[in-house]
């Protein structure tokens, strides 16, 4: 925190002047709650929030600014008494987002001229910094100084937005890095232009605070109720007991620590548990998954959620931080305990989570949800969030059968690949043995035609898992451990099926062709789960694979003709790219391939129809999130979906008593 001339303040965590032009702001009096201070605060700076106030609402609104609007606006001179008193104490003032992430201390001006302190900081985003693999990161300050054409010394403070991989030169592997710096205000216009003369990886940035909403002052009669732990319900239910709603989450499935009981006996060879495997139970299904926290979307929810994973455990010491690294990953042995944290949280905030608890039916009265059906008994309730994930196909009939408006969704189904993961690492890092320092590689690939066939989840370091959530049904599915050590890397290897494809036009008939497939791979396996197989180079010449080298399913195989476990759609949209990636690796991809499936669970087949601003469903109290809604696709989405849910509940409704 630094106070500027005129009293204004910087908030360094935020990164914005409370007296900025063009700054837009709320009154006072809508930004303050219990506060002794406000009339003193709002003769000093008008309707200007003090963002970092510790006795303000944790959540004050704060807009952005223009880029190039930075200035100051003359206002008399003061600020917020208490955080002036921490201020001049030298004490950490907290914000809505935490304490500052920059680190350096506030330094002042003499004593007689505290009320106009030293020269305003303002930030700077410098993209595409490059190092070396082999070089130091205590070097990067110094590399982005060399960007900015300014001495190491005039940058007052800095940090790492994003840190990335370049592997495009084998003979020279870089990281990639953008970076935000904080540069005295008068300065700013100088080294923009100086740095724009030579390139257009310089520009003045502010970054959106994150924001939750005063609660709202429509009455809940009873404590809203959350349906599914996965990322989207553990996140929802989260933040709505962090502003003391009391949540209510209930879990088919089992505690996490029983259902990883259960996962292990069934990999070895045991029975399938319909209410705790890889798919059901406390974490949803991605809990098994991989533990990627890869997401395609930026900003404030995505950084807040990424915080929240980091606090509960997800951050592991010396590996890249899950805030800025490009691809972050948790492993599917770590995300056991984050997945704990988040709940154990959730009822020290005065949540509550119940597990073996089903969810039936909806009770529904005039259009109105008023309670759930459950395989406990009756819950009455009128708000309830729907995050039950992508394989509760008993929930999707009970809501169609229910009137709850529900329509088809294209989704991806194909094969898994799996190839050894020695031949992954020298096709991304050449004959340097660069996994020594970076790790197992993965890669990504996308190929174009009538149909795109693309890589996803790619699991370097990984084993092949079944993904079945009922008995007499069988897909694929990949994970790996933390440390990514397996000999084996696999990746989905999916198409985007349309709806056009389905065969028929009911809200259902995607399920039913993920069933159909999933059937007829569990048949092939001899119903004993295990799992069809054929060597890539055999599928397109339309062979049945006459044996195949070892690769990393836990129960068994039975070789089988992969084109009878897709829709042709799918076959021919394979057959068009396999050889096309072939080429990009050079003649390596086809080779040692490995080819498993059916892929059938990478996406929801429906979505469940939903208000874009209030969220809610046509039934009024029911709130669809996350992956089995149709709004997400992978774990932070999911996440970043409920936050959005359990923010539009918080705006509207008052907190329960």
Not at 97 to 123: D, K
Not at 199 to 223: I, K, T, Y
Request: hydrophobic share 35%.
């Amino acid at each position: 925190m630094r106070m500027g001339r005129n009293g204004t303040f910087w908030d360094a965590s935020r990164k914005v002047s409370v007296a900025a032009r063009g700054l837009a702001a709320r009154p006072m009096s809508q930004n303050v709650t219990n506060c002794h201070a406000t009339k003193r605060c709002q003769r000093r700076v008008g309707a200007f929030p003090i963002v970092a106030c510790p006795k303000m609402s944790r959540n004050v609104p704060v807009r952005k600014r223009s880029f190039f609007g930075v200035g100051r606006v003359d206002r008399p001179s003061g600020g917020c008494p208490q955080m002036s008193a921490n201020v001049r104490a030298g004490k950490k003032v907290e914000s809505g987002m935490g304490s500052s992430r920059f680190s350096s201390p506030p330094r002042f001006a003499s004593a007689s001229s505290r009320a106009s302190l030293q020269l305003l900081l303002m930030p700077l985003r410098v993209s595409n910094v490059r190092l070396s693999v082999d070089a130091p990161e205590s070097g990067l300050k110094e590399r982005v100084a060399r960007s900015l054409h300014v001495s190491a010394g005039e940058i007052r403070e800095w940090k790492i937005l994003r840190k990335s991989l370049d592997l495009r030169d084998k003979r020279d592997i870089q990281f990639v890095y953008t970076v935000e710096v904080l540069v005295p205000e008068e300065d700013q216009g100088r080294i923009l232009d100086r740095a724009r003369r030579q390139s257009n990886q310089v520009e003045a940035f502010v970054d959106e605070p994150f924001q939750l909403p005063d609660s709202g002052g429509e009455p809940m009669r009873h404590r809203p109720v959350v349906i599914g732990s996965g990322p989207g319900g553990l996140l929802a239910a989260y933040f709505l007991a962090e502003r003391g709603y009391r949540p209510i989450v209930l879990e088919r499935g089992t505690p996490v620590h029983e259902r990883i009981r259960d996962v292990q006996a069934f990999d070895s060879g045991g029975c399938f548990e319909p209410e705790s495997n890889y798919l059901f139970g406390e974490g949803g299904a991605g809990t098994f998954s991989d533990g990627k926290l890869t997401c395609r979307g930026t900003g404030p929810d995505v950084l807040r959620v990424l915080e929240l994973f980091a606090e509960c455990k997800g951050q592991q010491p010396g590996k890249p931080s899950i805030l800025y690294y490009h691809r972050p990953h948790l492993g599917s042995n770590r995300l056991p305990a984050v997945v704990k944290a988040i709940r154990r949280k959730i009822e020290s905030l005065g949540g509550e989570v119940r597990f073996k608890t089903r969810v039936e039916d909806l009770l529904i009265r005039n259009g109105r949800l008023v309670g759930l059906a459950t395989s406990s008994g009756e819950i009455p309730t009128d708000v309830a969030i729907l995050a039950t994930g992508h394989s509760a196909r008993d929930v999707y009939t009970m809501l169609v059968n229910r009137g709850v408006p529900v329509v088809q969704k294209p989704f991806q189904i194909g094969v898994r690949v799996e190839h050894p993961q020695e031949l992954v690492n020298r096709v991304q890092f050449g004959s340097r043995h660069y996994e020594d320092q970076l790790g197992n590689a993965d890669y990504s690939l996308v190929v174009k035609g009538f149909a795109d066939v693309f890589t996803f989840c790619m699991c370097a370091g990984g084993h092949i898992i079944p993904s079945v959530s009922q008995e007499g049904y069988f897909g694929t599915n990949g994970m790996s451990l933390s440390k990514r050590d397996s000999p084996y890397a696999n990746s989905g290897l999916v198409v985007t099926l349309p709806t056009s494809e389905f065969g028929a036009n009911d809200p259902l008939a995607g399920v039913r062709v993920q069933e159909l497939y999933e059937k007829l791979a569990f048949e092939l396996g001899r119903g004993e789960y295990a799992c069809p197989v054929q060597r890539a180079t055999d599928y397109l010449q339309g062979t049945r694979s006459s044996s195949v080298p070892a690769f990393s399913y836990p129960r068994g195989a039975v070789t089988a003709n992969l084109t009878e476990l897709m829709p042709p759609y799918i076959a021919k949209a394979l057959q068009a790219g396999l050889p096309q990636m072939d080429r990009a690796w050079r003649g390596k991809f086809l080779r040692d391939a490995v080819l498993v499936g059916p892929e059938s669970r990478g996406s929801s087949p429906i979505r469940i129809v939903r208000d874009d601003s209030s969220r809610e469903s046509p039934i009024h109290g029911l709130y669809p999130v996350g992956e089995g809604a149709g709004y997400a696709g992978g774990i932070v989405s999911a996440a970043v979906d409920g936050l959005r849910t359990a923010r539009a509940i918080i705006g509207r409704f008052a907190a329960i008593g």
